[in-house]
């Protein structure tokens, strides 16, 4: 089954403004029904994506010895090289990425290259951080109404106010490279990217033509852990297309209405392009005071940072035990009351909540 056949809905934002509730409702539909969603007609011109993506190779063309200077540091910020090691493989993904926030305090000025390093990096990547935040936040508007909470709940919950030192933000710009294998054969079970949902509330992906690899494995046909052995399904995206997903935070914020969906990125066989792949992900994430609770309070308080920590012990704990990094604090109230639900939907606890979620 392929995007081509319908299964991953293509949502127009032409004429947004006139056809906002028509728009809502078919957001709806595909966070209800699946999870992810392909962007179309969005105000964000290909000839800023391309740029993006000329930033980011200006930054991965570096020596490793220069990106290291910006270590990721725990909390979700900086640069990593083979750390991310995911439950669903066991082993790290073959790829190198930068993360990269709005906060101006000294964790998130610490992971920026330096303009001798980087010459217009981080003017660039700020720009463009900000034009796909903005779209963002039309999109959280409609998923909060959709959600049955109030209309800025989503928006005030991961966008701090212009004038702020913005440190109470968590929302991530992340640039990707997966790292070529051009000439190798790595067998139809190796994955540059291991199965995995996301923990934000948000994403949306910017991909380049012709780099393939990106599959999903639709909530509702999820049999086993991690998908393994279940439907996938193949995205082929289009010029300009713009790759949507939930994540864990809105699953959570919806009550498990909607879903956080499982996806994957596979590495090419002999015959497919298997260069570098790069990919820009937007990941909207609820600041760190955020209270993430749905209007039908199915899951106890949880504030954005502790949610964020949890989903690092779980996802990074072998990279935050190698170079001894701390990440956010949570409090012991929070574990009690946290203590039978899965704070990041990455694996059999996933599984268990969507089969047990109530009806909402």
């Given amino acids: 089954m392929s995007a081509d056949e319908g299964v991953v809905p293509r949502i127009s934002l032409k004429d947004f403004d006139a056809r906002r509730e028509e728009i809502k409702q078919q957001l709806v539909d595909a966070a209800s029904e699946i999870g ?14 391309d740029a993006a993506f000329e930033n980011a190779k200006s930054f991965f063309d570096l020596p490793l010895e220069v990106k290291q200077k910006t270590p990721w540091n725990g909390k979700n910020m900086g640069h990593e090289f083979r750390s991310q090691i995911r439950p669903s493989t066991g082993y790290a993904d073959p790829k190198e990425s930068i993360q990269l926030g709005f906060g101006l305090g000294e964790d998130m000025t610490k ?16 720009a463009f951080m900000k034009e796909t935040q903005s779209l963002s936040k039309k999109l959280l508007e409609l998923l909060a ?27 991530t710009l992340r640039m990707l490279k997966y790292h070529s294998c051009e000439g190798q054969d790595l067998g139809p079970d190796y994955y540059r990217a291991g199965a995995h949902a996301d923990f934000d509330i948000l994403t949306l992906l910017f991909q380049k033509v012709g780099q393939d690899g990106l599959e999903v494995c639709a909530g509702k046909n999820i049999t086993t852990n991690y998908g393994h052995g279940d439907k996938w399904t193949t995205l082929k995206i289009q010029e300009g297309d713009i790759v949507c997903n939930l994540g864990d935070q809105m699953k ?8 956080s969906t499982f996806h994957r990125v596979t590495c090419p066989r002999p015959g497919e392009y298997q260069g570098d792949r790069y990919s820009i992900g937007f990941f909207n994430q609820a600041n760190k005071s955020a209270n993430i609770q749905g209007p039908m309070k199915r899951y ?3 504030n954005g940072a502790e949610f964020i920590a949890q989903a690092m012990k779980r996802n990074y704990n072998a990279a935050l035990e190698a170079a001894k990094l701390e990440t956010y604090a949570i409090s012991e109230e929070t574990l009690e009351a946290n203590k039978n639900h899965a704070v990041s939907g990455t694996g059999l606890d996933h599984l268990q ?4 979620a109530v009806a909402v």
């Fill in 252 to 259: 959570r914020w919806s009550d498990d209405k909607w879903k």
């Fill in 145 to 171: 109404e959709g959600a049955g909470l109030p209309a800025d709940t989503l928006v005030k919950g991961s966008v701090c106010p212009e004038d702020s030192d913005k440190e109470d933000s968590m929302s």
């Fill in 111 to 126: 992971s920026w290259p330096s303009e001798e390093d980087c010459p217009g990096f981080k003017t660039k990547a700020q």
């Fill in 300 to 302: 106890p308080p949880i």
């Fill in 36 to 49: 992810f969603f392909i962007l179309t007609d969005h105000p964000i011109p290909l000839s800023h994506v």
């Fill in 353 to 356: 909540s969507a089969a047990t």
